[in-house]
Structure formats: C-alpha cells, structure tokens
C-alpha cells in the first residue's frame, strides 16, 4: 500500500513498542493478579511470549480474543477444517482458550487444530509466533486492532483480514478519517464485513479489498442438548433471561426484577457475564432479598434435576450453557446496554426465536440491532426503569417475526468462504 505506514504512524507505533516494553511488568502482574481468581489467565505463560513448544506451519489462522469471538468463529473453523485446513486458534483469556479446546478436542488430537495464547504486543513476540505458526493467513474476529499484530503480519507476508467485522459508530466518529486508529486499519490486507454500512464505513477510512459477507453469529450451531434440556425445565410461569449481566448493572436489573415481581409471578434467570464476578453477584441477589437457586448446587453436570418451587431467580454461573438459559425464557434482556462499553451479543437469542431488550448503548451491536429494531424483534430502552415498565407490559413480536428476520440475514459462512477466495485470488 503506497504510502503506509505514514510518518506519523511510524511514529505512533514506535511510542506505542515503547509504551509496551515498559508496561510488560504490569501486564504480567495483571495476569498474575486475574490468575489468582482463574489460574488458566497465568498458564503457558511463555507462549504470551513467542515460545510455542508446538509448531502447524501453513494453518489458517484465527484469532478470536475470548468466548464470544470464538463462538462466532465456530462455523467459520468447522468450514475450513471441513475444506482440509487446519487452523491455529490465538486467545487472550481463558474464557475463549477453554471453550476452544473443549470444542476441538478431537480435531486438536488429531493435529488439525491448535490453541495458543496470541502473543503480546512486541516485535519479538510475534516472530515467534510466525516462526511457529507460518499461517497462510490470518482471520481476526470482531472489533479487535491490534497495531503490532497488523504490522508483523504484513511484514511476514500473512495476509491478516478483519473478520465478521464491523466499525461502531461510536468509533467510527472518534476516529475520524485521519486518525491513527483508522490509519493503522489499512494495514489490514482486507476485511470481511457485516453490512454495506460497515463496508462503507472501512472504504472511507482507506480500508481496500472489502467483502461484505454477513453476520457469522447467525451460523453457529444451536447444542440440541442445551436447548432441549432448557425447554424442559421451563416452569409453567413466565421467564426472564438476564444474560451476559456486566458490571455495573446490577442494582438496576434487581431492581426491575423487583418492580415486575409486584406484578407478575415471574422466574428470572440472571447469568453475569464473567465467572470470576459469579460469588460477588450472588451476594448481591440474596442480599437484596430475592430467592434464589444456583445452577452449580441445584442441577447435576447433564443439567439434571429440578428448579426449588418458589425461586425468583435461578443463577446461571457456568459457562458455556446460555443456549440451555435461553431456551427457558419467554423473552430475553441481554446485558451490557446500560455500561458506556455498550451491549453484546443479541444474536443467540434471536436463533432462539426469543424477543429482545437491551438498554440504550447499542453501538457495539450495531448490526444486527439496526435491522433487528426495524424488523421489531429487538427494542431498546432507555433505563432500568424503562425496562422494568417494557417487561410488565410484555409487547412481544411474534416467533414468525424473529424467524423471519433470522432467515433473511443467516448463511454468512459460506459468503465469508466466498469473500476469502475472493480477496486472496486479487494477491491481497
């Protein structure tokens, strides 16, 4: 690319190798620190650090930063692996690394998967990596840039695309056309997007070679397992799934728990989005006076067993069962919304027909909640009590509706395929 990086790239991202090098110490204490509460965080340490005691010279690459990255990976990698690749899979958290390995277990048996730490941020790191790995390219999930990543690909000769990807307004205003952020995305070799409004947003901040392949959330595969086990422990009662709740909104979820409770026999199900703040928010749901069960001490490992009568809030702290949670519910709130680093994921829910609420900060969903919202499956709202008012009425749309608008935007697997072969045959 003519004229990348600029001066002040160059610059930007010698201040920014500085920065690193400096702050490696307090990198390593942070994951020394998250390791006390989740041993994985401070494991195969060396790998953070370009010394991989394994090697799959010619893999595709996939990074995928945690959990939710890799879920939407998961029909993408099953693809590829079903084409005859094999595929070298970089996590930062546990959270992703766990869920990985346990979904290709035998695959990384095999010797057609593997799962390592993504390197940190520093030149030497990644050459380590790229000695390991060779990839024939790279795909990194969602909204992830990372400047050393982009820049050792390039100078690797790996042609690393933006995958399943999409630029948040909130971002994309921020960035502006000129800054460094967006500057440093042209280093990309292209970039798979969600949307015409996400590829319109890339073009114009001098991203080239776009393919606008979908949403790959709409692909991965429901456990039969999960949702049936889900359906039958369904109460007869209505059921409210808080899923993915963040810090900080708590209170306000209680409360609207609260709020509907004085109106409506209601059961809740209320599963945080990270494990390591399962105990504090079990604390603060029986600290407010609400009944409650845990998953973990009610249900045996095969979800077994049976929901105590007179719950209000059945507590899912595990991982890696929301689809069992979800098909539980009538209807859906996913967290996140009401925290300035906006809402996740809405798309298992809408796999599972269920109608929709999130609070108001819905720019990290912008697709698909832009087009969920006029189709009228999914709403937002303003504030919890907003949202406890919007559960007491219970205005949803129909299954028909929510099937629909999942048939109209679903296959984004085989469009990303597609968009692949199409930006490596132009010698991207």
């Not at 400096?22 to 195969?44: E, T």
């Not at 840039?145 to 042609?159: S, Y």
């Not at 205005?395 to 509706?401: F, G, L």
Request: proline share 6%.
């Amino acid at each position: 690319m003519s004229g990348f990086p600029s001066v002040k790239l160059r610059i930007a991202l010698w201040a920014y190798a500085f920065v690193w090098a400096v702050g490696l110490p307090f990198v390593c204490i942070y994951l020394w620190r998250r390791g006390r509460k989740d041993a994985d965080y401070s494991r195969h340490l060396p790998e953070r650090f370009g010394l991989y005691g394994q090697a799959m010279p010619g893999a595709v690459w996939v990074h995928a930063v945690s959990l939710g990255e890799f879920r939407s990976a998961v029909p993408l990698i099953d693809a590829l692996l079903a084409q005859g690749e094999r595929v070298v899979i970089t996590h930062f958290t546990p959270a992703g690394r766990r869920e990985s390995s346990r979904v290709y277990a035998a695959q990384i048996t095999e010797g057609r998967v593997c799962v390592v730490w993504v390197p940190f941020e520093l030149g030497h790191c990644f050459k380590g990596f790229f000695r390991s790995f060779s990839p024939k390219y790279g795909l990194v999930m969602e909204i992830e840039i990372w400047p050393r990543m982009i820049m050792a690909a390039r100078a690797n000769g790996v042609p690393l695309f933006m995958c399943n990807a999409q630029y948040p307004s909130k971002s994309y205003a921020r960035d502006g056309q000129t800054g460094l952020r967006a500057q440093i995305m042209q280093g990309f070799a292209g970039a798979l997007v969600k949307s015409d409004l996400q590829a319109q947003r890339f073009a114009s901040v001098g991203v080239t070679n776009i393919e606008v392949t979908g949403e790959l959330r709409f692909d991965q595969p429901i456990p039969p397992a999960l949702k049936a086990a889900g359906a039958a422990l369904k109460p007869g009662r209505d059921v409210v799934v808080i899923a993915s709740a963040v810090e900080g909104e708590d209170q306000g979820y209680i409360s609207a728990i609260k709020a509907l409770q004085a109106v409506r026999d209601t059961l809740f199900v209320y599963v945080p989005r990270r494990p390591e703040r399962f105990d504090e928010v079990a604390v603060l749901i029986e600290g407010a006076g609400l009944r409650m069960a845990r998953r973990s001490t009610t249900l045996g490992p095969e979800l077994s067993g049976m929901l105590p009568e007179g719950i209000d809030v059945f507590y899912g702290d595990s991982l890696g069962e929301m689809y069992f949670y979800l098909a539980m519910a009538d209807r859906v709130v996913v967290g996140g919304g009401f925290n300035p680093k906006g809402a996740h994921n809405i798309t298992e829910s809408l796999a599972l027909k269920k109608p929709v609420l999130v609070g108001p900060e819905t720019f990290t969903i912008e697709f698909p909640f832009v087009e969920a919202q006029a189709a009228g499956v999914v709403r937002a709202v303003a504030d919890f009590d907003a949202l406890a008012a919007a559960l007491i009425a219970r205005d949803d749309p129909s299954a028909a509706a929510i099937d629909a608008f999942f048939t109209d935007y679903s296959g984004a697997t085989a469009k990303t395929l597609t968009g692949i072969a199409a930006l490596l045959k132009r010698g991207v």
